[in-house]
């Protein structure tokens, strides 16, 4: 009987957790009945609960909904979209067309969030050894840059001279700090950096959808890591409606450029075995 219930026990505690607890007739989700949550709290409200463990307030759930529409798609240049493209062209269903894409989103494509919200830690780190605020961002880049190589996520893009994404995330911040709902620290962080970057380069250099959104996620308290996570769910829509769209024009085999263009070859000549 002793080794029975030790092997009942080991087994119920092999996959312990503390998001959901499901019996017969009864789902809870971080203690809430999931029927009290269905019609009550938005998807954001669901997706911080499920990673956080309570309820986001009003002005937090706003500023997290504001960061998931912003980074919803880029356009089917855009890696990730062009996977889930291509992939729906060669016949994978939607799911394997969003795994497909989703797997694209690392440190290159789609992890410049995560990476700003390790920046932004880094200096906020110095400010608190008592660094003072121009002397830690300095410092935080030098760094940054050092270890891993001269392009600094979240600043500049190769498409919008100023994103119009980030300008209005800010100015959301701005209207949280004022609200009380943020402290506005890591705002005035990044804002240092574009700062910096003007003196360093003698031009502006600004804010893009990665440093913007790095902003609300570090002032909301997620952790780098959850930076890119939670990216990953916004961008996951428009891999879902290009892949749905794709989908409908029943066209094969599409690869990433038009069969009518042509590559450059740069390997050897034709040459023969004899």
Known sequence: ?????????????????????????????RGFPIQELIGAVSFPQMIWLMLRGELPDKAQASLFEAALVAS??????????????MATSCGLPLNGAMASAINALDDVHGGAGQQAVELYDSIVALGDAGVASGDAIAQGVDAFIETKGKYLPGFGHRFHPVDP??????ALVDASVEQGAISGRYAAVARGIEALLKQRKNKPVPMNIDGATAVIY????????????????????????????????NERNKGPMPRQ??????GKPERHLT
């Open 218 to 249: 570090a002032e909301l308290g997620f952790a780098p890591e959850l930076a890119r996570g939670v990216f990953c769910l916004s961008r996951a829509v428009g891999i879902l409606s290009h892949a749905w769209e794709q989908r409908g024009r």
């Open 165 to 170: 994404r980030a300008v209005k995330l800010l």
């Open 72 to 85: 919803v798609d880029h356009g089917p240049h855009a890696p990730s979209i062009a996977i889930s493209r």
């Open 1 to 29: 009987m002793t080794q029975a219930f030790d092997a009942a026990t080991l087994a119920a505690d092999y996959w312990s957790t503390s998001i959901i607890d499901i019996h017969p007739g009864s789902i809870n989700v």
């Open 261 to 266: 263009m042509a590559y450059t070859y740069t």
